[in-house]
């Protein structure tokens, strides 16, 4: 009977043993000032990329480096004599050379490179020269986005055609060169989720470029917008003798509203009343994607959830009319998703009961 208590003994302080060696991995922080994540290892001869050191929820990687020349650069960046690290995976980069410069810019003598979102692999900046390139200012604050050489531009790290001397960046969504119109798109890849392209799109007008707003522009007497509803629209005018922002989506003309880059020629700017993000009205006419819901009344319109609406007489989905449905009881129900008028029972428009 001893015997076996002694061996239940020496189980559990083995237990507690490597409970304690699994739950204390991570050791001092190596350079707490410049980076939260790396550490040296609590007692083994490793060192340890964990972000901000919360190993058992988000990221735990050990890795072996020379402990004389190993210094931290940023939070992720870090390098010994002969490599370069990042997470603490080795990277293919000039690990003598390799800085983080002043705009956090991760570089060596020869190449720039892009940190990626997820991976284990920081990219290369093809072509981009190491001693000019640099972040471009947008509206008196540095650009996460754009960055150019003495020789090139570039957008989330790859360069785009252009002409360099007379490009410029317009907004968040448009830019020009002396030649082209181009729309600034997002578009995923693997290991870079924040990528975006540069699509040209169509010959530019004469005249100055100037925003408008993140989305509109003016060139000469053109109107250009590119938005999540329109990926891209020029509008030509004789002339534009006066231009107001509304919002994002919508701005008036010589006194006409165009939304999401549509003219709506019918609509009287000075009733305009924003419904919520698709339905718009004025005093006469209400619009659902900016096209006219016909036999509307404006005056008792109203939106109680997105998609749908309802005035005096009819309730709608999607600015087409629900028939049968009763608007004095009609309501919508957040958790199921389901509308009702006491009666009958729709789905996304559909009638289910």
Not at 64 to 86: C, H, I, Q, Y
Not at 205 to 216: D, F, I, R, T, V
Not at 223 to 247: G, Q, Y
Not at 277 to 282: E, N
Request: proline residues 4%; hydrophobic residues 35%.
């Amino acid at each position: 009977m001893k015997t076996f208590l002694v061996l239940l003994l020496i189980c559990f302080l083995i237990i507690l043993a490597l409970g304690f060696l699994f739950f204390h991995r991570i050791g001092e922080p190596i350079d707490p000032t410049r980076s939260k994540s790396y550490y040296r290892h609590a007692w083994k001869d490793k060192f340890v990329h964990s972000m901000m050191g919360n190993w058992f929820e988000l990221s735990y990687s050990e890795f072996e480096a020379d402990k004389k020349t190993f210094r931290v650069l940023s939070e992720d960046f870090a390098k010994d004599n002969t490599t370069v690290f990042w997470w603490g995976q080795p990277q293919l980069a000039d690990a003598q050379t390799f800085e983080i410069d002043s705009f956090r810019t991760p570089k060596d003598r020869q190449r720039v490179y892009l940190a990626p979102d997820y991976g284990d692999k920081i990219f290369v900046v093809e072509g981009a020269h190491p001693d000019s390139y640099k972040p471009i200012r947008m509206n008196n604050k540095l650009s996460g986005d754009w960055y150019k050489d003495d020789r090139a531009f570039y957008l989330t790290g790859k360069q785009v055609l252009t002409d360099y001397h007379s490009f410029e960046i317009v907004n968040e969504t448009l830019s020009a060169d002396k030649n082209y119109v181009y729309v600034i798109k997002p578009e995923s890849i693997t290991g870079l989720s924040r990528n975006k392209v540069l699509v040209r799109q169509a010959k530019r007008p004469s005249g100055e470029c100037k925003a408008l707003n993140a989305n509109y522009a003016k060139i000469g007497n053109a109107i250009i917008l590119s938005n999540w509803k329109t990926d891209f629209a020029m509008l030509p005018f004789a002339t534009i003798d006066s231009v107001s922002v509304i919002d994002e989506r919508r701005i008036i003309v010589n006194g006409k509203l165009l939304s999401d880059g549509v003219l709506l020629p019918d609509f009287d700017v000075n009733s305009f009343v924003n419904l919520d993000r698709d339905h718009i009205r004025d005093s006469k006419y209400v619009y659902y994607n900016n096209k006219k819901i016909e036999g509307a009344d404006a005056a008792t319109f109203e939106v109680p959830y997105e998609d749908y609406s309802k005035d005096k007489n009819h309730v709608y989905f999607k600015g087409m009319v629900l028939a049968g449905v009763n608007p004095s009881s009609f309501s919508y129900q957040y958790n199921t998703g389901i509308a009702t008028d006491g009666q009958h029972q729709y789905k996304d428009g559909v009638k289910i009961k």
